[in-house]
């Protein structure tokens, strides 16, 4: 399984970026999808999450109102829509795949199997 996280880059605060994340996997319409971020210096933590079927989503407060998670099983993909950046928002994304999922959207990283490469976004004030 492998994912590849696109879309980051270099915004304005108040500016919006969207992010991808394009899986291998056949059976990616049975997993939950997940994104976190990791800034400088911090530990990485949890943006939003996706259930299998797109039916279900859970936001970080952080995020909440600004960000929106979706995905096309067709595409195999998953996407952040991010709006309103802050210059907090600041860091490395990564998508994550729960590959064994239960009813609860996982917001720990010990519950994704699969990790992307993560992807920079930087937002300058």
């Known amino acids: 399984v492998q994912l590849q996280a696109s879309g980051g880059g270099r915004v304005q605060a108040g500016g919006s970026l969207r992010l991808s994340c394009a899986t291998s996997?056949?059976?990616?319409?049975?997993?939950?999808m997940g994104w976190f971020r990791q800034a400088p210096g911090k530990e990485r933590e949890f943006v939003a999450t996706i259930s299998w079927s797109g039916g279900r989503t859970f936001y970080a407060d952080s995020v909440k109102g600004r960000v929106t998670i979706s995905r096309d099983n067709s595409k195999n993909t998953v996407y952040l829509e991010m709006n309103s950046l802050k210059p907090e928002d600041t860091a490395v994304y990564y998508c994550?795949?729960?590959?064994?999922?239960?009813?609860?959207?996982?917001?720990?990283?010990?519950?994704?199997?699969?990790w992307g490469q993560g992807t920079l976004v930087t937002v300058s004030s």
């Open positions: 996997g056949r059976t990616f319409s049975g997993w939950n």
């Open positions: 994550a795949a729960d590959v064994n999922p239960t009813r609860v959207l996982a917001t720990t990283t010990s519950s994704y199997d699969y």
